[in-house]
């Protein structure tokens, strides 16, 4: 279950997420020189960027935010939301098939992982987070 006060965000905000996303599969297809879709390989490869970029601009980050959260808004069938708990931080609402609701924190993951290195993989982040939402009801 979703922790702690969220916000939706609007659908215009909504779509400029949608936006930032593609330019940072854009981004990532120039760095990879391969096609790259919204899924977990590309995860891989955007592990490999941030590896290669120790101290992104502000704008970059949020490329980065928006294309995680979009892999998880489009394969978990999530929503876009601010959480207002000890700060305002993008997240994605997705639901859980027990039922509920689980909160990805998307933007607190990329900042642990500018600061952890690959002991905060992406592409590792998205497979845990992945079995959360997968996990059934309690018999």
């Known amino acids: 279950m979703a922790e ?14 949608v936006e930032l996303a593609e330019r ?10 391969q096609d790259v ?15 290669r970029m120790p101290s ?5 980050r949020l490329l980065w935010v928006a294309f995680l959260g979009e892999i998880f808004r489009r394969r978990h069938s999530g929503e876009w939301v601010i959480h207002q708990e000890n700060g305002r ?4 609402l997705c ?13 607190t993951q990329v900042a642990n992982r500018l600061a952890n290195g690959l002991a905060d993989s992406l592409a590792l982040f998205y497979a845990r987070e992945s079995i959360l939402l997968r996990q059934p009801r309690d018999l």
């Open 4 to 17: 702690g006060p969220v916000e939706f965000l609007s659908p215009e905000w909504a779509r400029q997420m």
């Open 24 to 33: 940072a599969r854009a981004g990532l297809v120039s760095f990879s020189g």
């Open 37 to 51: 879709g919204y899924d977990s390989a590309a995860l891989h490869l955007l592990d490999e960027w941030i590896e």
């Open 56 to 60: 992104p601009s502000q704008e970059l």
């Open 89 to 92: 931080r993008l997240a994605v």
């Open 95 to 107: 639901p859980t098939d027990s039922g509920g609701v689980h909160r990805v924190e998307v933007a």
